[in-house]
């Protein structure tokens, strides 16, 4: 919790004070009400997870700009993937992405861009970088959760549950963990 609690204190700090120095105090309860759950992330992830989203739907519901401590809402929806079941944590990814959709249309102009640059933007903000955290369709995702699971076996295989590093029931090849290069 003290881990959490400095990241909390971080993330609050870059996103908190520029807000005070420009001004925006009402900026300062949404801020603190996105960044507290961080502390009790891992504890209770979909908890903090769910909390985080409600306030950071009303500040996109209030018109409140993003700010840094908005990154506490990617903070937590890793920790849900790491916590969580996978289909929570999936959820989790969905409503991430509706709220960064939503986001977007409420916080620019529509009119202002052209079709190209819209298509663009939903394609980054859809399709994620390969084998970040979060990303369970990728590759380098699937190949890791399947030989994990494939390498645990049976309780007493091969001794100890697991193959040796060099047998022939050891992952080597394209898309095993330790070659994954996309």
């Known amino acids: ?3 959490d609690g400095v990241l909390a204190v ?7 004070m520029p807000a005070i120095a420009t001004g925006l105090l009402t900026t300062v309860p949404i801020g603190m009400g996105i960044v507290v759950p961080v502390v009790f992330r891992r504890k209770h ?11 950071g739907g009303i500040q996109v519901a209030l018109g409140v700009r993003p700010a840094a401590y908005d990154l506490a809402i990617l903070v937590l929806l890793y920790t849900l993937a790491a916590y969580a079941p996978r289909r ?5 990814l969905a409503v991430c992405l509706a709220g960064s ?20 933007i ?3 903000l859809f399709a994620g970088p390969p084998c970040s955290p ?3 369709a990728t590759p380098c995702a699937t ?5 994990r699971a494939w390498r645990t076996g049976p309780p007493g295989w091969n001794g100890s549950g697991t193959p040796r590093r060099g047998s022939p029931r050891w992952p080597s090849g394209p898309g095993s963990p330790g070659n994954c290069t996309t």
């Open 122 to 124: 939903g394609a980054m």
């Open 88 to 92: 929570t944590s999936v959820w989790g």
């Open 10 to 16: 971080a993330l609050a700090f870059a996103g908190v």
């Open 101 to 120: 959709a939503v986001g977007i249309v409420r916080w620019t102009s529509l009119g202002s861009h052209s079709v190209l640059s819209w298509l663009t």
């Open 1 to 3: 919790m003290l881990v």
């Open 134 to 136: 979060g990303s369970w």
């Open 45 to 55: 992830p979909v908890g903090a997870f769910a909390a985080a989203v409600v306030i």
């Open 143 to 147: 190949a890791a959760r399947t030989t």
